[in-house]
């Protein structure tokens, strides 16, 4: 096609689950509820992190980090979403377009790198118990944390701006239920090479590469806790450690598909719900596996309410 041939698309219209027009109303109901609870579980543990100075520590200092991410995650997609199901109004332009999928990937390759953070941090606990406060000390933390959101600031640009840079000729149509990149490539009529080919690196060295560091730690953190002679010191050693690598492996199980696979390797169909997958479980059972699964953090929740019944008891 030739460049004076191309006509440009500066709106779009997000299809979303059109195809499923009688479930409409309970779709949006669903999400809506889900969006909620996403919401409400990690701002409970958020608050319950920040109120309880037991909990001041370099893990939990990344999970409240963690527990923004996810927030911020849904909050990309959702919102949106829900505002088309209930007002049938699916259009977005452009520039909404691309500043969904910067801040989606800016989200995404954080909660990538904060994971490897985690680990990173039980590996010292466990493998280098003397040197930990040391090692994760008041400063340190707050450096990796920021390192995280800084890298992943950086690393959601090049996507963002070589999409702009596409001509959108083929169709107005996103069949997806927000603006994905891999959906909004399909409508280009221009060559996407650069951006596939970018996508696999990015998406070798800061998708696998922090999933490969994940792995290595874990190994090591294993192979000390089995070296534990007490039954009761092994436990406790890896209940730490439990509640992290079952995120690690809920994020990484859901999002990889998705996005280390060539963009023709699903049908839209397919992708939208890997999409939907990847985009409500982490957020959605990120605060039931914190909160069922950690000692300290339920420790911490029984002493809030041991001290709001005292409050409340107060003449």
């Not at 959906?183 to 990015?202: F, P, R």
Request: charged share 10%; with cysteine.
């Amino acid at each position: 096609m030739e460049k004076e041939n191309l006509t440009s698309v500066e709106n779009f219209l997000i299809v979303g689950f059109s195809d499923l027009p009688r479930l409409q109303i309970l779709l949006a109901s669903v999400f809506t509820l889900v969006y909620l609870m996403i919401l409400i579980g990690n701002l409970f543990i958020m608050s319950i992190i920040y109120s309880s100075p037991t909990l001041h520590t370099p893990m939990y200092f990344f999970l409240l980090n963690l527990s923004f991410v996810d927030i911020g995650f849904i909050s990309v997609t959702f919102p949106q979403m829900i505002v088309h199901f209930f007002l049938k109004n699916s259009r977005i332009s452009l520039t909404e377009c691309l500043l969904q999928i910067y801040f989606f990937l800016l989200l995404v390759v954080t909660e990538i790198l904060l994971l490897a953070v985690m680990a990173f941090d039980r590996y010292v606990a466990i493998c280098n118990p003397l040197h930990y406060v040391t090692i994760m000390n008041k400063s340190r933390c707050p450096q990796l944390a920021a390192g995280c959101w800084f890298s992943a600031l950086i690393l959601a640009l090049p996507h963002t701006l070589l999409m702009s840079q596409l001509s959108y000729c083929q169709s107005h149509t996103i069949n997806h239920f927000f603006c994905d990149f891999s959906a909004l490539m399909k409508l280009s009529c221009t060559g996407i090479y650069i951006i596939e080919t970018l996508n696999y690196s990015l998406g070798s060295t800061f998708g696998l590469g922090p999933f490969i560091s994940i792995i290595i730690s874990y190994m090591k953190i294993i192979s000390v806790i089995l070296k534990i002679k007490s039954t009761e010191g092994r436990k406790k050693a890896f209940s730490t450690c439990a509640s992290h690598l079952t995120v690690v492996i809920l994020f990484y199980g859901s999002i990889s598909p998705t996005y280390l696979s060539p963009t023709s390797t699903f049908s839209m169909k397919e992708n939208k719900i890997l999409s939907l997958l990847y985009t409500t479980l982490p957020p959605l059972c990120n605060p039931i596996i914190y909160s069922l699964n950690n000692t300290e953090f339920k420790h911490a929740l029984r002493k809030k309410k041991e001290k709001e019944r005292v409050w409340t008891t107060k003449p």
